[in-house]
């Protein structure tokens, strides 16, 4: 059972809209619509207690979850929503102690969620170029406890001509043209490893599948996530009325060897296999362009 | 870079409806509409390699994923689909270290995909009554090499008087009936742990959120998530006329302490909190139930 | 070519969330966000033209449509929206010509909708028990030009025992407990005749439903209408943000008789087939209750 | 009370994936998996009525809808779904007595739907090229008594210099590349007058939305709608598994004059302001383009 203390992540909660993620200090207090909130009464509660402010509401003393960290890294700054997160976890297969490259740290959502399920034995190679946006990003790291997992880099892997990482198992991409960093992030990722783009637009998805296709990836697929709120109440239930019309679409594909295709199972076979290989890669490629 | 050999696990894949995971032994080959592999021209061949049928179709030797896995459980039984599972990690938070407990293992796709980000240091505690299920839950998590991170109980939490685990940091509820086991699984989870129970029908989410107010949860949240292909090609960009309807619900909450609230922050009020809080609980229940 | 004149009705448009319905009266002139319109600016011009207003914005003089009507009526008052309204339409094989029954007047935005499509030789029976509304709907109804076509009763169908019209080719229910009024519902539409009702919460498909087999309905359906917003741009394509959660479930079903069937197509069969058909309603019944 | 006679047309109802629409022929008998069913059995029932098969199953002899034609239609070509064919009608306000014009007649399944809702003082213009479809259409459309309001035109409005109609209140278009007609179309509607597109894919949106700002359209909105069909069921209430991922976007704009802007509200601005038009356009038009 664990009891809070000076210094414990706390995150005081009143409802989804109304929370607060917080380093308990002594001496700190806050003031809400909802009442001041002292600190200090949190102390040597276990988590799950709850608070009554001066205004006679109760405020729950949860143990911050990635999950809690990400929405606080929203105020302010754009990030990759959990339900995009969640998914591109689990259609990679991201899990503990793999390599990730990420192109495009931002505020460090995305970088905090995947190191957060890595660790303790993979590692999160990020690459970033706005040096306000890499400091966000490390705050936010390090709050979620997380900066041992992740290296940061200053580097724009557009035009540098570097291999900084390879034999990554997932490629994160967060760029508004992905299509561009794709011949790079192929020597750096291990064979039939797996890429993710993060694609706000139609447009993003089409370029970037072309751009896939032509340097030998497979099993792309993009799609897009719905979460619909559903508002449980005896005898009154239904979707909530609010709702989110739209955050981002998600491409992923694997990295393939278009080349490098083997005999046919009869030796036969043998001799024309390569040549027929190539046709037929051109042909596939072609045939994606209309 | 690695070799496929001798025992590697390989998906066969031609595409997303027709693909193949096996561990390569030697002498085997399969026989299919897009004609015949032999499982020793994949041996030395780097994983993201294609091999050619005997009627000229390409098939790329993937490594598995976690999500190769579960969809391979797929055929036959009934299984959580990965933008349920990823839902599921990312709200709840589910990371390397975590103790997880199950109620329902099904055919264990659930099972696997938690192990595998809570491992090497986490564990998961599931539980089912179903012989023959967990039998094949076993083989499922055995394959994809997750059984050192499972251990699988035969008992019914419905009815045992029985408190095998306790401070765990996640519940996973898979039962018709969730609502019966939410005191007893409140027993064993950590304060402000959290649950997350499926929910194919909206009953079941109302009766639910009912049990979980009653029981002193507290950021309780209902959701159903959509996930929709989209076709991206050169100049023709739509979703794909395919889709799924429906899968399940989702219902997520977190463990709180109605009972355990503190003091106001002024002194005077100490005395008459108590009281107050009890009442106020009271209200807040009865005020869920119209 | 129309001309806009004096009571000529006008949609001043500026873009879907700032636009104001009225009829020109020379004198008048109104100010808004986007500068100070003068209706006599408008008399004279052709539908389809535009204003500038003192503040240099555009603002274009558009023939109100009867989705004017509606989204006009909005403002204040709870309506069934277009995509809900036009499913029905379609659904129902709503035409010229039709008898429509109306339970819960409302604002009268579905009563316009339908009354725009039946006239001029159809005709809607609407039915209320609030004043106010009934107030509210007969002015919304009169601005569109439809009261020809609608006849408004203050009677609740709900406990009286009349049954005020008859052979309605469609009944449109917006109750909170629209299972009450089935039975009566029945004897006033015709054979096969269409019912529709507006269900916000999944608890009142459900009641419905089972009252619906109750009182010999067929090809019963139960579904949601979702209505995505796209931002169409050059090279930026996606949907907006903003989105809708919610709105309401819809109800449909067609009235048949269970009791009126015929011999099978065998002479044999005659004698054993009206028992035959009694027990098998019996048992559809108890099915669907369980 | 309408009894069912010779010619009549009937809709045999078993469940929405089972059902024969006909016009009743005395000697006619038709065999289904359900059963034989003799069309004289309906003759003298109401309709509403069902008749039990030879394998005891139950048909419902239901009168057709608009609904049961357009489905009826979709056997074999493509059309435009209820769920759409009602937003149209919703969106653009069709109503009695108003004149459609319509490019593509295809199957006439859109075509019928805006007939039935128009007639008796309103008329359907719609222009085709093929001849095969021209027939297909010709013959759904008199099958649904519909022809009295439709002229079926051959003629190619993409090339052809004819504006063979004019001051239409609404313009239905579906065809590949929708943008080439708009000029056209544009000649051929009234001042504020609607369009409607069939846009299959986002490509489609995105050329189509950059014309429509071209030729001085306004209240341009992209849409799409999703039906999600729901089984409600005692205590079983959810969301159907089977689903439809795609059928098609929409797209709807009004005429406006770009050119016709008039004085500001102070005399002094008048001679500023044709100026001041012209280059808004032209910036308004160069801002979609970017």
Redesign the interface.
Known sequence: ??KIKQNSPVLF?YN?SKKWLMNISKKE?FHTHI????HS?AIG??????????K?K?V????P????YIMKIQHGTQIVY??D?????????I???QKILEIGTGSGSLTS?VA??????GHVYTFDVDEKFMKIAEKNISRSGLSKYVTQHNLDLKTSKEIPVT?MDVALIDLGDPWIVIPKVRKML?????IFAIC????Q??K???ALVENEF??I???????????????????????????T?L?FA?????G???????TK?KTT?KA??TT?AKTTRKK???
Chains 1, 2, 3, 4 share one sequence.
Do not use: W
């Open positions: 059972m664990t909660f989804n207090s009442g001041v909130i002292k009464d509660k276990e988590y799950g207690s709850r608070l009554m402010t001066n006679d109760y729950y003393l949860l143990e979850t990635m999950y809690d959990p339900k997160l969640g998914y591109i976890a689990a259609r990679a297969g899990k503990d102690g969620f957060s399920i890595v660790k303790p034995r034999e291990k064979g039939s490893g797996a706000p637009t139609m447009n998805l089409e970037l599948t072309m497979t099993d697929e993009s799609t897009e996530h719905i979460i619909r709120n559903i508002e449980a109440r005896e005898g009154k239930t239904r979707h909530s009325f609010q709702g989110i019309g739209h955050t679409y491409c694997r990295k393939a060897f278009f490098k295709t083997t005999a046919k199972t009869t076979a296999t027929k290989t037929k994606t362009k209309t």
